[in-house]
């Protein structure tokens, strides 16, 4: 070990043996093969010292030079003693090295910093002490006569005690260095691996939002079939008189917005399915425009079953929504607003992921608030369940209707545990007028299955304070975008609690819903990214809505939805 530290000696010498120390030290092969190098060299020294040679002149002395060269010289002239102490010397100049390198370690690694660092240098200052001592100095450095053997076997003594000290005490602090150095190299690969896993997270996320707001090809082609039939076939599709029905208030009424044909005919049906009296069931579908048309045909030519009846009708047939009555309707107006939800997001998009969902103009789509409007667009109705195109109905839901919401506008099923999915996730709380309001911690309810009534809504004037917070929002600072914000708002105080098992969430996005909680589930519901009509939906729910899906519609088949 000696002669390996010896050949790296001064400022490269520390350096290299720094970096070598992250490989094991030295190798015990090494170690061994320089010992017996050294002992070779100094017997063979011996040999030529004791007997030398007599067919050369001696050679004379050198007068100038390293003084430690000179007594070394010397020693291989006269003194066997000399070998002696110069293997001794180096040995301990070799581990004062050692100590040192040690020592610039353990300041590089910040280790036990002030203990660690006392203690190697207190080692090598003994070291350098040790040799400082005058009786040592005029004994065996400082003198030209012949060494004292008894100071000499005293200096060896401490010496000896000094490396079995130190190398002690170095076995015990390498394991810590090499673990520190694991310990670091692994933190710095978690570092990269984390960096690259939330990179990951946001494309996987905003691919998988892509996913789940665009409109399929099979959709498309479905909502096109459509189209084309009617205009094929304009006589078989003629506009009818309203149905009475539309407007009884004794039946049972469905709100339903959407402008999937596929995921409503999906709600429609499993709900007749499972209806005890499906003749009492009136379904009012609300779409866009350019949707009316496919709606339509879809339920001309696959009508309900059991007498039910089914509503379809556009937006822009509600004349009273407009920008100066609608808060959402003028915010799109602005120039600021358009420039957030329709200019550069492909810039911006895996920056914000978190928010991407709320910046999809679906967001402040009016469909997506019609919600807000139920008394204004059924005048006649007392009572309303609305639903989201992403449920599936598994039981008969006649019971809604007659349970008492103790004069509560809103029916609804409460999603939080824990500290989850409490009002502080959906609103800014760190805005004061949201501060002054609500409570942080008062728990949230599902958007997607509730009974509205529509005359307690009227009493309470909800559809007014909606629109006082949704224009306080116009810039954003009171919560993201989306409905489930204001709807905690506008109904904040007037929500009935309804049993869990009326309404199982998480279809789209959890994987550990157990499977009791779903069979004895009324409604279930696929919120999330993964839609059941999606490539990306979760296999172990898909199922459960498939086997609503209408497969021998003609359509359906020719459109390739792969179900």
Known sequence: MAVAVRGSRGASGAGALNSNILRSFFSYRIFVSAMFTLLFIATFSVILTTHPSTSHPEPSLPSTGNAYAH?????????PLKTRLDLIHKQANDHMTLVNAFAAFARKLKIDASRQLKMFDDLAKNFSDLTLKTNYQSSLFEGDGPLDEDVLRQFEKEVKDRVKNTRTIIAESKESYDNQ??????????????????????????????????????????????????????????????????????????????????????VVRSAIKNA??????????????MYVAAMKVWFRMRPVEGGAHVEVKAVEDYNFLNSSYVPVLRQLENAKMQKFYFEDHAVNATKDVGNMKFRHPKSLSMLNHLRFYLPEMFPKLHKILFLDDDVVVQKDLTGLWSIDLDGKVNGAVQICFGSFHRYAQYLN??????????????????????????????????????????????????????????????????????DKSWHVLGLGYNPSISIDQISNAAVIHYNGNMKPWLDIAMNQYKNLWTKYVDNDMEFVQMCNFGL
Request: aromatic residues 12%.
């Open 71 to 79: 007594r070394t010289f010397l020693a291989l002239k006269s003194d």
């Open 429 to 498: 709380f760190s805005h004061p007028l949201i501060k002054q309001k609500f409570k942080s911690k008062a728990c949230a309810w599902a958007f997607g299955m509730n009974i509205f009534d529509l005359d307690a809504w009227r009493r309470e004037k909800c559809t007014d304070r909606y629109h006082y917070w949704q224009n306080l929002n116009e810039d954003r600072t009171l919560w993201k975008l989306g409905t489930l914000p204001p709807g905690l708002i506008t109904f904040d105080s007037t929500t009935k609690s309804l």
């Open 181 to 266: 150095l694991k310990i670091q190299k692994l933190k710095d690969t978690i570092f990269a691996v984390s960096e690259l896993l939330s990179k990951a997270k946001k494309n996987g996320a905003f691919a998988s939002l892509i996913a789940a707001k665009s409109v399929t090809k099979s959709l498309h082609c479905l909502a096109m079939r459509l189209v084309e039939e009617r205009m094929s076939h304009p006589e078989k599709y003629l506009e009818e008189a309203p149905d009475p029905e539309f407007e009884d208030p004794s039946s049972f009424h469905y709100a339903i917005f959407s402008n999937n044909v596929i995921a409503v005919s999906v």
């Open 276 to 289: 005890e009296e499906p003749w009492k069931h009136v379904f009012h579908v609300v779409t866009d425009r």
